[in-house]
């Protein structure tokens, strides 16, 4: 009759090999984590200011066109912008098209020409670009700033011809 020698199994992990495997793991996560993180961060912030161009361009369009024969804007917060009908923004309208900027990102200056300064934290002030012609151009001109948790920046302009870019 043959035996068996007892635990001399040459299948799977020992238990140092596991541990040893679940280290380095631990060890490439925590390196790799920060990276992610600022990575995560500019590409929120050029989200941001990309979704800021479009909101001011479908404004613009949308005064062009003479839809609802109506001007139209977009209103500056510190956590959102907002796309407006009409030529005074208000806060709870049906149609408005309100982008929130979620936490990581903020609109932190908006300054505009002419009109005077703009309370980003409060939304008051001269905080609006409006669109009122076929033309195109906007009744203000100027710049909003977008700044996210890593401090980087994207700045919006806005000329007087109405032409629209990121930078």
Not at 158 to 164: A, F, K, P, R
Request: hydrophobic letters at 40%; glycine letters at 10%.
């Amino acid at each position: 009759m043959q035996t068996r020698p007892a635990f001399t199994s040459t299948k799977g992990f020992t238990s140092i090999e596991f541990l040893i495997v679940m280290a380095a793991l631990v060890i490439t996560t925590a390196m790799v984590m920060p990276l992610a993180d600022s990575t995560l961060q500019s590409d929120d912030l050029e989200v941001a200011a990309v979704s800021a161009v479009d909101a001011l361009r479908s404004a613009q369009s949308s005064a062009m066109t003479g839809r609802n024969n109506k001007q139209w804007g977009v209103h500056f917060e510190a956590s959102s912008f907002t796309v407006f009908e009409g030529g005074t923004y208000s806060a709870g309208a049906a149609q408005n098209e309100v982008h929130d900027l979620g936490g990581r990102v903020a609109v932190t200056d908006v300054t505009l020409s002419p009109g005077g300064s703009c309370d980003v934290d409060a939304g008051t002030g001269n905080c609006e670009v409006h669109f009122a012609d076929a033309g195109g151009q906007p009744t203000e001109s100027g710049t909003v700033v977008l700044t996210n948790d890593a401090n980087e920046t994207r700045t919006v302009s806005i000329n007087v011809e109405g032409m629209i870019e990121q930078n």
